[in-house]
């Protein structure tokens, strides 16, 4: 009798993804130091000792003026877990971000796949450019459900069948699909960061609409929670100003 392929890693499902600050040298002092420079020279070092509150006038000033390059003397580095389909729209974002993803080349793929929660819209109405999503039916949380896990779980038990056969993760890995939960090292700066919510987030203060995947919009989101706590006059000012990357 032979084993099942897939009797020691059965299929899981989430709704949700993970964010996790895992490294920084960020707070709102960088930004003051980076912009005195022009005017003080070497003495600009003197803000690291002062509390970056008495010059939040000045972080929105940049903000408001666009003055980008001072928000940029940061880093931030955070480890993402999400379906390969965030990711691919993630790495849309180039200037200002470094990424570094799991490979299915050298390591065999774990079983954990993308099924949406209820509180995720499923219909879209209107046209490209002018649309929205719309809350489905129960029927359709259901058909998506039940459509969504036999499809990862024929396709998880194809790729275990090739790998017991020895055929290469690199081949194999090829029906798996964009459900499948990926993770990655994502690094970036404060100013990359605030293009990134601005097009990935839809928010309230933002001057400029945005009508993001709600998949990473939920990751823009976690990582917004956590760049806030580090730099929260920067963060401030980024929502006075309409959210828009100086």
């Not at 038990?157 to 499948?180: F, I, N, T």
Request: charged fraction near 25%; charge should be negative; aromatic fraction near 10%.
């Amino acid at each position: 009798m032979t084993d099942d392929p897939v009797d020691d890693l059965k299929p899981s499902f989430r709704s949700d993804v993970t964010v996790e600050l895992v490294k920084h040298s960020a707070a709102d002092s960088d930004v003051l130091w980076a912009a005195r420079v022009s005017t003080a020279g070497e003495q600009s070092l003197d803000e690291l000792k002062k509390d970056p509150e008495r010059s939040k006038g000045l972080i929105n000033y940049l903000m408001r003026d666009r003055h980008g390059s001072p928000f940029e003397h940061n880093s931030m580095t955070f480890f993402i877990s999400a379906p390969i389909f965030v990711f691919r729209e993630f790495m849309r974002h180039r200037v200002g971000w470094s990424y570094n993803e799991e490979s299915g080349r050298y390591r065999e793929l774990q079983p954990v796949f993308y099924v949406p929660a209820e509180s995720r819209k499923l219909v879209q109405e209107g046209r490209p450019g002018k649309y929205r999503f719309v809350e489905g039916t129960r029927a359709q949380q259901e058909l998506v459900g039940r459509a969504m896990e036999d499809a990862y779980v024929h396709a998880y038990e194809a790729y275990q069948e090739m790998l017991a056969a020895g055929v290469a993760r690199e081949v194999a890995r090829s029906v798996l699909p964009v459900g499948l939960f990926s993770s990655m090292y994502a690094t970036c700066n404060a100013r990359s960061l605030m293009h990134f919510l601005g097009l990935r987030t839809q928010h309230e203060l933002a001057q400029v609409p945005s009508f993001p995947q709600r998949e990473i919009e939920m990751v823009g989101e976690r990582m917004e929670a956590l760049w806030a706590e580090l730099m929260p006059l920067t963060h401030a000012a980024f929502n006075t100003n309409g959210r828009i990357a100086p």
